[in-house]
């Protein structure tokens, strides 16, 4: 939990950008967060938002990680070039963003790269912010192996049929019978994307099959309500948030 620790307790990271094999054995980056020490842990895989891999990623892995977990954020547009964070994210969103099956490809192996890690419990988390958040159901649907999933404000989990694409041939919610771990999704009652109307959609799918889910909203926030860096934070919420992500990932991926 949130500043939970002891002052006379020993909270120590280590935390880099480095490569592994995603999808179909391309080395592509990832940032990588460990506590030190050689205890048995959960990880976590988290899927960066389409503002792309960030600095904002970098200090939330870090931040993972200083709460227990072994951390890997691949860099799912690694593939397209490199630059800054806004000048990769140009071209991804130019070409109509990435491919859904890369993204499952990617996740899959750093599924794989944390449960190879000698400090694995076995038990692996995922989550996301925004088309993170999308990103982190779809690939808690379809990739086996995850133990609990995290949707922060996922935007296009439902979708019109006008609204598809190459890259996002099935709308999430289809995969939803697919799902059989716990889920905790996080939303803002005044986002457009989702609206509250979508995460209302979305719950009674959730409902109807019968899946382990926990949904939160909060009256006063929007999308990205819990980003520090700008303008959409909203202090009070964003703590609540954070407690509850905190709380979910202590109870599913403990030892």
């Known amino acids: 939990m949130w500043n939970s620790f002891t002052t006379d307790s020993h909270v120590s990271v280590t935390a880099e950008i480095t490569t592994f094999k995603g999808g179909n054995g391309d080395e592509i980056h990832a940032y990588v967060a460990h506590p030190i020490d050689d205890y048995r842990r959960g990880g976590i895989v988290l899927i960066h938002h389409m503002p792309g891999w960030d600095e904002f990623y970098e200090e939330f892995a870090e931040r993972l990680a200083r709460h227990g977990y072994d951390v890997i954020c691949p860099d799912l547009y690694c593939r397209v070039g490199h630059g800054t964070s806004d000048d990769v994210t140009a071209k991804v969103r130019a070409q109509g963003g990435i491919a859904d099956d890369s993204v499952v490809a990617d996740c899959a192996a750093a599924l794989d790269y944390l449960k190879a890690l000698p400090t694995s419990n076995g038990k692996v988390g995922v989550m996301g912010t925004c088309s993170g958040g999308r990103h982190s159901l779809l690939v808690a ?114 030892n």
């Open 141 to 254: 649907s379809l990739v086996p192996g995850f133990t609990a999933v995290i949707d922060l404000w996922g935007g296009n989990v439902i979708m019109a049929e006008d609204q598809l694409t190459p890259q996002r041939p099935v709308p999430v919610i289809d995969y939803t019978e697919k799902l059989t771990i716990p889920l905790l999704g996080l939303f803002g009652n005044d986002d457009k994307s989702p609206a509250p109307e979508q995460v209302d959609q979305h719950e009674a799918e959730l409902k109807r099959l019968n899946k382990d889910y926990e949904f939160h909203r909060y009256d006063g926030a929007g999308h990205g309500f819990m980003y520090y860096q700008n303008q959409m934070y909203r202090q009070e919420q964003a703590m609540d948030a954070t407690e509850k992500v905190f709380a979910f990932w202590a109870k599913q991926l403990a």
